[in-house]
């Protein structure tokens, strides 16, 4: 990746790995989407998240999205 650039990078379920160099789309916008999506908005920016409590609460996020990316 291009340092300085925003970047949007995914993988597909067949392991290829997916990259967009400066995609229409705020930094942030998968987690925030995410976050909304998993019913916690105030946990979309980790910028006014608390770091102790986005430590603590980034597993459970993982554990309840893991389901939709299997």
Known sequence: ????KKYLLWSTPEGLLK???DPPAPPQYLRIVAAELDGHP???NWLWTH???DKQLWQET???LKP???
Do not use: D, N, Q
Request: net charge positive; glycine share 10%; no cysteine.
């Open 1 to 4: 990746m291009t340092k300085g």
């Open 51 to 53: 770091p102790e409590l």
């Open 42 to 44: 105030e946990r979309g």
């Open 62 to 64: 993982i554990s309840r």
């Open 19 to 21: 990259a967009v160099i």
């Open 68 to 70: 939709y990316f299997l």
